[in-house]
């Protein structure tokens, strides 16, 4: 399925790299996210762009920066991480951000920082 | 408290038994329920909505108790192919838009 691709799907980085994940989606969708998926923790809402607008920051260090220049496009900059930040970020789109609307997640990037 | 709350499990079952999951959740105005299903080093997929009189599809039963706040999971004639993790999600009217909830999974393994 290629309907939400996502690249690198594998980065290792060190705590003083600057480095930026990619996520596009082909399915005409409205809203775009992005999630990290630790061990053994629910998935996190870090960021949600609908009509190319940020709609939610749930608090999420500055050390991410979310970028939407489209509604088929969404990177996150990562820079200075920490090694606690290593975990499975996930992309996902849904036609609006409404109640009810059905996500479709990409395969994600796993992150390890160093 | 936690917004979602599930059983982690593992539950094992046989091949060909039925097996069901709940999930729980704290606000009662959510609006919007859905289960999702994770492979292993997967991401999530829609495995089906969650609505208020309760939904089927082949194997697969969804149902909702707003007055008690679960959604259940039924899961009948069980294949090795079910084997997952299984997350429920739940949407609730945030300030400042829909916030969505994901419980941490429950894990499935169907034994041959």
């Known amino acids: 399925e290629t309907g939400v691709t996502q690249t690198p799907r594998h980065l290792v980085m060190g705590m003083t790299n600057k480095k930026s994940l990619k996520c596009e989606q082909h399915?005409?969708?409205?809203?775009m996210y992005w999630y990290k998926q630790s061990a053994k923790k629910p998935l996190e809402l870090m960021f949600v762009?609908?009509?190319?607008?940020?709609?939610e920051n749930n608090s999420v260090p500055s050390r991410f920066s979310p970028e939407c220049p489209n509604s088929s496009h969404l990177f996150l900059h990562l820079h200075t991480l920490q090694p606690e930040d290593s975990a499975l970020y996930l992309c996902?789109?849904?036609?609006?951000?409404?109640?009810?609307?059905?996500?479709?997640f990409g395969p994600g990037t796993r992150l390890l920082v160093l | 408290r936690k917004e979602v709350e599930q059983d982690p499990g593992p539950f094992n079952v046989p091949e060909g038994a039925t097996v069901a999951f709940n999930c729980t959740y704290s606000n009662s105005a959510s609006q919007s329920f859905f289960w999702y299903r994770q492979d292993c080093r997967k991401e999530p997929k829609l495995l089906m909505s969650v609505y208020s009189s309760g939904n089927e599809d082949g194997r697969f039963t969804a149902q909702l108790n707003r007055a008690s706040q679960y959604i259940s999971l039924l899961i009948r004639d069980s294949k090795l192919s079910d084997s997952a993790t299984y997350l429920c999600?739940?949407?609730?009217?945030?300030?400042?838009?829909?916030?969505?909830?994901f419980g941490t999974g429950t894990s499935l393994t169907v034994i041959p």
């Open positions: 996902a789109s849904s036609q609006g951000s409404g109640s009810g609307e059905t996500q479709y």
């Open positions: 999600v739940v949407i609730s009217r945030g300030y400042t838009g829909n916030q969505f909830y």
């Open positions: 399915l005409g969708h409205n809203a």
């Open positions: 762009y609908s009509l190319e607008e940020r709609v």
